[in-house]
């Protein structure tokens, strides 16, 4: 005879065993207490966190002729419950029975009285697999059951169940588990089971389960089947062909440093070990978000780490930017996603993890490189002189324009009394504003660039953007999306500007102020240009 799985072994089998979920199994205690348990539950939440054991534990509480707090787990009715030999209490696989036949079925025998217990216990699991059909040949029932029925259903997707359903019944989100209560229930486990284990290896084992009590127990009892005295965490890598943390720490290390030839070498030395390369960059991902928790406050609160192992990781997380864990922890999470094939299926089946390492250490800077901005260029022959305020340039291409003058700031007054933009500052950010408004649309971006946008013009705290007089339907289309672009106009200039559009008169347009000439002669690509034989026009 097959051994009894661990799971089911250690089932939970009152409410108290119940782990996390107290918000659920107090108030199902209250409703017994004060006669007051209504005639349909929904229980949704992630698999493994106790859904249909909370849903058998009620069963057994509401029918208990035992005496004392219920259940006893003593009378006869607990103990056949907890056997699975009760006949009052019917356990549906919606996922197997989803015809409306099923539910027809199920309608009509729910008028049979119970034959042991008080009341007759219907637990549907999976409920939202039920076709539409189905859904309706159980809504009348469910609605108005015999007085002698409850019903409780159980699924992980409550967005699929239709609004009648859920209208109909009392709803309890059970919630993931978390990390310390899973590692707490796998220590009980362990003394129970006359095990040794060590914690962690217990911890990881919890971390891996994701939430799931169920997903966390099943692993245990795969890590008792190898047969080693005591369960270790070099065990649990080699079974689960994870690796260890100090092999993550150290290719984050080659990340940090933007050592792309450590970092390639470290992943195929792992690879070559019989590392699983989906797991790694699973195991990658999670560190590179405990950075950023870390980076953003206090993260060691939610990483369930050794104190030694968090203070690493602070020192890593202190020596980039946040723009760069963000970014590479969004190409790592791209990457998961193309792990599509199985490792046996894929040529190279650790590519998706090289080419994301390779992508995010290229773009890794030193410290000191993020936290300061690069200086200004200025011409060193280029002497200032006022100018009106209308005559702020657009530069004719985003990827090249003049460098700014240093010209007057124009007041624009802030409740601080500083000067809150200058043209030199409009003329340097309008590529950046270029570049933010392709994002939304590129066509936008060629409407705002020469010779359709002819001049910008600054009044208070509206900025003016004027178009030639042969482009009044450039700016009819460029006024539909005027909302988004003030988005954009506030996240470069860091100030919600009131943005409006115009087109100027012809004469106008012939004073709109082009960039300085000595300024894009000292331009070091004019410069370049003008020494192969280039002249400027």
């Not at 998706?352 to 060193?380: N, T, V």
Request: charged share 25%.
């Amino acid at each position: 005879m097959a051994m009894q799985a661990l799971y089911r072994k250690w089932r939970s089998q009152t409410f108290e065993d119940v782990i996390g979920q107290q918000h659920v199994t107090q108030t199902l205690k209250n409703a017994i207490e004060t006669n007051r348990v209504g005639h349909a539950y929904l229980f949704t939440g992630p698999r493994g966190t106790g859904k249909t054991s909370t849903a058998r534990i009620l069963a057994k509480a509401v029918n208990c002729v035992g005496e004392g707090e219920k259940p006893c787990n003593a009378c006869s009715i607990c103990r056949a419950v907890t056997d699975g030999r009760l006949m009052d209490l019917i356990e549906i696989d919606a996922a197997s029975n989803t015809s409306v036949d099923d539910i027809r079925d199920l309608r009509d025998k729910v008028g049979f009285r119970p034959g042991e217990a008080r009341t007759k216990f219907y637990i549907i699991d999976e409920v939202h697999m039920l076709s539409k059909s189905a859904f309706n040949a159980l809504l009348k029932t469910l609605e108005e059951p015999p007085d002698h029925v409850i019903f409780v259903l159980a699924t992980t997707e409550p967005e699929k169940i239709p609004a009648t359903i859920l209208s109909r019944c009392q709803r309890f989100d059970f919630r993931r588990i978390t990390v310390p209560d899973i590692t707490g229930r796998l220590q009980f486990i362990v003394e129970q089971e006359g095990l040794a284990a060590e914690q962690a290896a217990l911890t990881f084992m919890a971390r891996q389960a994701g939430g799931s009590m169920r997903d966390a127990i099943s692993l245990l009892d795969q890590l008792t089947a190898y047969g080693r005295d005591t369960i270790t965490l070099d065990l649990l890598h080699s079974v689960l062909g994870t690796a260890n943390f100090s092999a993550t720490q150290s290719l984050v290390d080659a990340l940090l440093a933007g050592d792309v030839t450590a970092g390639l070498e470290a992943i195929n030395n792992l690879v070559n070990e019989g590392i699983e390369p989906k797991q790694f960059t699973l195991e990658l991902l999670e560190y590179l978000r405990g950075l950023l928790l870390l980076k953003y406050g206090e993260g060691d609160l939610f990483l369930s780490l050794p104190p030694e192992t968090v203070q690493i990781m602070r020192q890593q997380a202190g020596s980039v930017s946040p723009g760069f864990l963000l970014q590479a922890t969004q190409r790592f999470n791209r990457a998961i996603k193309d792990f599509k094939l199985s490792a046996t299926e894929m040529i190279i089946p650790q590519l998706p993890l090289e080419l994301a390492f390779i992508e995010s250490a290229g773009e890794q800077q030193p410290a000191a490189a993020i936290a300061a901005p690069p200086p200004r260029r200025q011409p060193a022959s280029f002497t200032p002189k006022p100018e009106p305020a209308h005559a702020a340039s657009v530069a004719d291409n985003p990827a090249s324009p003049p460098p700014p003058a240093p010209e007057t700031a124009i007041s624009v007054m802030e409740a601080g009394g500083q000067t809150a933009l200058s043209k030199d500052e409009l003329r340097r950010l309008w590529p950046r504003i270029l570049e933010e408004v392709k994002k939304y649309r590129v066509s936008y971006q060629e409407y705002l660039k020469k010779p359709m946008v002819q001049d910008v013009e600054i009044r208070g705290s509206t900025i003016y953007v004027l178009f030639g007089p042969a482009y009044d339907m450039a700016m009819g289309r460029v006024k539909k999306a005027k909302a988004d672009l003030t988005d954009v106009f506030q996240k470069i200039l860091g100030k919600k500007w009131q943005i409006e559009f115009a087109v100027i008169s012809e004469e106008q347009a012939g004073q709109a102020a082009p960039p300085p000439a000595n300024a894009v002669a000292d331009d070091a690509i004019v410069k370049e240009a003008v020494s192969l034989g280039g002249k400027i026009p």
